[in-house]
Structure formats: structure tokens, C-alpha cells
């Protein structure tokens, strides 16, 4: 009897692996110097974490459950909600700023295709207590480096909910309504947007407002805002947009879009919102998107404000170039007679590089043999001769020069990043 992977799930064999945990190791080196903290939540949650968010529809894209004691659960489909529910529990008296980011699994029941599996990893940072343009300039920087550090160029589009929702406040104060409407331009689904807003009898000339913001994008920020104040007024949010852009520039990120059009098509974002696109992902190119918002208060907590993203990291290593990285593997070639003393000698090699031991009782041929289908960078030879002289003999497989250096010289040279025997 054969047992399959479950649809939409993924076995990632050892090579695949080492290419994720150094693109992982790049961007929790470059977050954690940027002042963020590391959090993990459960990988089950209450559904009502979910559902309170993203309302019940989003039930039939959920894992969910009925637990043992009759409590209605679900695998976690994304990290904000239980990153927000854990400041809630444990850290509202912190000081603020609270910066966390995270690198955790989730589960969606949604139809796999390239770049979006049922299971997923989400990389992602929440800045907790912050309203100020220099909070979300700093989180979009942050975003940006990480993506260049997995070796992406990404597009980012900034957008401004602020001034959507100025207007939408005048249509109607629904919750529901305003959704629709959000999540009609999110989609761009521009014919049902309208023929949504004539079903709510919204007067022609407040579509046409709509309209000219949602459509309001190019390279010049400035210029964006300039016109979005020809058709909203002078708001303050406007002022803080501008700051942010002013920001984002002292971080060195440029070449961006702006872009009110964009939405996010949820109904917690409040200001700044951004999203980053690749190519080569076909139509799923959105590989990190984010935004400032409010969820505290609906968890229990105080009426914070918090700027985050999450990044698709199954998506960017779709499209990542970056290899595994660089380490030397020494396969030891050793005789029964030597091999206690040989595993002696790898125990003293292993915290520099990888060193394998003969455990199948192969002989010296047969080792040798191993040595290439494995593509060592080295073999080192621990026979009688070597133990009796104190040189060991060390071969390049790819040059095929062999040296013998003493297990002084040998844990000196390895030691050394970038060491080849001619050094």
C-alpha cells in the first residue's frame, strides 16, 4: 500500500531544504538588526480569531475543527491575528514600539497552483503602537530589504486607504457596504463596482471621485498626492503620506509605484498599504503585501494602531536564485583498524565543516567511490601509515592534489573560510 502527500503539501528533500534555510538565515540576520523580535504562536487557534477578522465566509477557506472538548478550532491560515491576540494576552503593559516578526507555517483549503500550496510558510513583522509616517516608512524599508536580500527585485505599489475611506464615510457608515465596495477595487472588478455603487444609490458624482483616486498612479508620489487633494481637500493623511515618501527616500527606496488604487480588499486596513510584485510567478506575482491597521480592539485589547506585512516565502523561493549555502564536505576514508580514531579526528573537523564517516563497512575502494557520488569537496585519508606519521593525507576531488598536514594544521586550515590546500 502506497500513502501519498496530502494535495497541496510538500516534501522537501535535504538539497531543497538547505536552499530555504539560507535564504531563512538572510532574512532573520537582517530583521533582528532592525530591532525585531522573534515570536511563535500556536499552530491551532479558536476559530472565533478568524472569523472576528475576516468574518465567517472565510470558514470555507479554513482547516477547521471541532476539538475533543467541543471547542470549534482551526489551523492558523496567516500570522497577524495571532501575533495581535498574543500582544493582547501578554503584551500590552510592553513598551512601544513592540516589533515582532515571525517565520511560521499555515494552512489554507484553497485550490493549489504555482506559488499557493495548503500549506505555506508566511515571513512576516508586525510594528505594534505607532500611528507616524517614520513607522510605516521604516516598515516598507524593511520589507524592501528583505526581498533584495533573497535576491528579488520586487515592484512595490504604496497606496493610501485614508483617502478611500474619507470618501466612502460620506456614502455610508456600513461596515459591510464599505467591504463590498473595498474588495470590488482590490480585484479591480471595476463594472461591479459600479453597478454596486448605483445599488446603493450612490449620486454619480461621488463614482466619479472614486474613480479619479483608484486611478491615481505613477513614479511621482508627490504629484499622486497633488491630485488626490484636487478631489478630497487638503486631509491630514495626505501630509503624512507625503512624510512617508520624504522617508523613504533617506532609506534608499526608489523606482517604487504609487498607486491608490490599491486596496488589499481588507476591511482592517486603515492608511498606508503596499505590495510587492515579481515576475515569474505568473499570475500569483504578489510576493509580500502589508499595510497599517487596526486589530487590536477587536481582540480585547486598547485602540492601537500597527503597521506589518507578511511575505509569501514559497513564492519567493519560487523565484529565488540565491544557492545553498557554501560548505565544505570531507568524507573521511578510514580502515577498521583506524576508524575509532577517525571519528576522533571528524568530532575535531565538524564545527568548521560537514565530515562524513564510513558507517557501512565499505572498503577503501568503495569509500573513495562514495566520496564522488556524494560530490565531496575533499577526502581525508586516516589509515595506519597516517596515524603512525601524524600527517593525515587530505585530497582535493576536484583538482585531485593531495597534501598531509598534521590534525594541528588541518583544524587551522579548515577553520579558515574560503581555505583551499595551495593556502
Known amino acids: 500500500m502506497s500513502i501519498s502527500k496530502p494535495r497541496g503539501t510538500r516534501d522537501f528533500l535535504p538539497e531543497e531544504m538547505e536552499r530555504r534555510r539560507n535564504v531563512e538565515f538572510k532574512l532573520r540576520e537582517i530583521i533582528q538588526k532592525w530591532g525585531y523580535g522573534e515570536i511563535v504562536t500556536p499552530v491551532f487557534e479558536e476559530l472565533e480569531l478568524f472569523t472576528l477578522k475576516s468574518g465567517e465566509g472565510v470558514i470555507g477557506e479554513l482547516y477547521n475543527f471541532t476539538d475533543k472538548g467541543g471547542r470549534e478550532m482551526t489551523l492558523r491560515p496567516e500570522l497577524t491575528a495571532p501575533a495581535m491576540r498574543a500582544y493582547v494576552n501578554e503584551m500590552q503593559s510592553f513598551s512601544k514600539p513592540v ?3 515571525y517565520f511560521e507555517n499555515c494552512f489554507r483549503y484553497e485550490r493549489p497552483q504555482k506559488g499557493r500550496y495548503r500549506e505555506f510558510w508566511q515571513f512576516g513583522a508586525e ?3 505607532s500611528s507616524k509616517p517614520e513607522a510605516d516608512a521604516e516598515v516598507i524599508a524593511l520589507a524592501m530589504a528583505l526581498i533584495d536580500a533573497a535576491g528579488i527585485v520586487g515592484d512595490l505599489n504604496i497606496g493610501n486607504l485614508s483617502v478611500l475611506r474619507h470618501l466612502l464615510a460620506q456614502i455610508t457608515n456600513d461596515a459591510a457596504v464599505s467591504g463590498q465596495i473595498m474588495r470590488y477595487i482590490d480585484k479591480k472588478e471595476y463594472e461591479n463596482l459600479d453597478a454596486y455603487l448605483g445599488e446603493q444609490n450612490v449620486s454619480p458624482d461621488m463614482i466619479d471621485k472614486i474613480h479619479k483616486i483608484i486611478s491615481l498612479s505613477g513614479k511621482d508620489g508627490f504629484a499622486a498626492a497633488a491630485h488626490a487633494r484636487e478631489v478630497v481637500g487638503d486631509l491630514p493623511e495626505l501630509a503624512a503620506f507625503e512624510k512617508t515618501l520624504e522617508l523613504l527616500a533617506a532609506y534608499g527606496v526608489t523606482g517604487y509605484t504609487v498607486n491608490f488604487g490599491v486596496a488589499r480588499g481588507l476591511d482592517y486596513y486603515t492608511g498606508i498599504v503596499f505590495e510587492i510584485y515579481a515576475e515569474g510567478l505568473g499570475a500569483q506575482k504578489q510576493i509580500c503585501g502589508g499595510g497599517s491597521y487596526k486589530l487590536i ?3 480585547g485589547g486598547g485602540d492601537v494602531v500597527s503597521t506589518g506585512f ?6 519567493i523561493m519560487e523565484i ?12 573521511l576514508v578510514s580502515k577498521p583498524e583506524t576508524l575509532a580514531k577517525g571519528i576522533e579526528i571528524a568530532g575535531k573537523l565538524r564545527p568548521h565543516v560537514t565530515v562524513l564517516t564510513d558507517i557501512m563497512g565499505r572498503n ?7 566520496a564522488n557520488t556524494v560530490n565531496a569537496d575533499y577526502v581525508l585519508i586516516v589509515g595506519e601509515k597516517e596515524l603512525e606519521s601524524g600527517l593525515l593525507s587530505l585530497k582535493d576531488m576536484k583538482s585531485g592534489e593531495q597534501v ?3 590534525l594541528e594544521d588541518l583544524v587551522l586550515k579548515m577553520s579558515l573560510s574560503g581555505f583551499d590546500l595551495k593556502n
Do not use: H, N
Open 310 to 315: 507578511g511575505i509569501g516565502f514559497d513564492r
Open 364 to 370: 577503501f575502494k568503495a569509500q573513495m567511490e562514495y
Open 320 to 331: 529565488c536564485s540565491l544557492p545553498a549555502a557554501a560548505s565544505k564536505t570531507v568524507v
Open 99 to 101: 516589533k515582532l516578526f
Open 404 to 406: 598531509s598536514l598534521s
Open 297 to 299: 480592539s477587536l481582540f
Open 127 to 129: 510594528l505594534i503602537g
